[in-house]
């Protein structure tokens, strides 16, 4: 059964750090993992999605990174902002999503 | 872009009452539609894979006789939540799949509070 991680929880940074969210994966055998934004109380938007046969993807600020056989994912964004304090998840694709529990971004203005 | 809509975004209803919660794709076809649980703080957990025109296919754990899933269009899925009881008290979000199974869109979830 894929299970995954993110770390850490929670992340405290103020404006225009950089933002490191790492995100594990048990079975490497996915099709593609997805990172997600979810502001409180709403549903989830797509950042970016990597296919497994891709190392990274890059969407304006956002950068993830994926390391299939490590069972790793890393989602930077540069250049903080506070809009960009939601909470993150990352979802391995591998016949069904699998989610991590988040990591809760604060950006301090 | 392609939508997908739930509602109702909040419900409240009373213990022993059903609720039904839509999720509709508003401008693609989706034959495979998903629904999620999510508790505060937690990972969202799937329930049920929903085919259009066939029974829903539910994860381990999860009581079909409670969570009724109907997806009788290609641009409709209903989940109902039979005599609801507070611990069923949750954010529930939908997801559908367009085409070929590349892309998949989600809403924007609905809170339930059983009381």
């Known amino acids: 059964k894929q299970e995954v991680t993110q770390i850490p929880a929670a992340l405290s940074v103020p404006e225009g750090e950089n933002l490191v969210l790492n995100c594990s994966f048990t079975d490497s055998a996915i099709y593609n993992l997805q990172w997600f934004r979810q502001d409180p109380g709403k549903g989830l938007t797509s950042l970016l999605l990597?296919?497994?046969?891709?190392r990274e993807q890059t969407s304006g600020r956002l950068n993830a990174s994926l390391d299939k056989s490590s069972g790793r994912s890393t989602l930077y964004i540069a250049a903080s902002q506070p809009g960009d304090s939601a909470t993150y998840l990352c979802a391995v694709d591998d016949y069904k999503l699998s989610f991590g529990a988040g990591t809760t971004v604060t950006v301090r203005a | 872009g392609a939508v997908v809509s739930q509602h109702p975004s909040r419900v409240i209803c009373k213990s022993g009452t059903s609720v039904k919660i839509e999720c509709r794709s508003l401008?693609?076809?989706?034959?495979?539609m998903f629904w999620y649980r999510q508790f505060p703080k937690k990972s969202l957990m799937l329930m049920a894979t929903s085919n259009e025109g066939s029974k829903a296919t539910y994860e381990q754990g999860v009581e079909k006789d409670k969570f009724l899933i109907n997806h009788a269009s290609l641009t409709l899925s209903t989940l109902t939540v039979t005599s609801a009881h507070p611990e069923d008290s949750s954010f529930y979000i939908c997801?559908?799949?367009?085409?070929?199974?590349?892309?998949?869109?989600f809403g924007e979830g609905s809170w339930l509070t059983v009381v």
């Open positions: 990597i296919q497994s046969s891709q």
């Open positions: 401008d693609f076809q989706a034959t495979t």
């Open positions: 997801s559908a799949m367009e085409g070929t199974g590349n892309t998949i869109y």
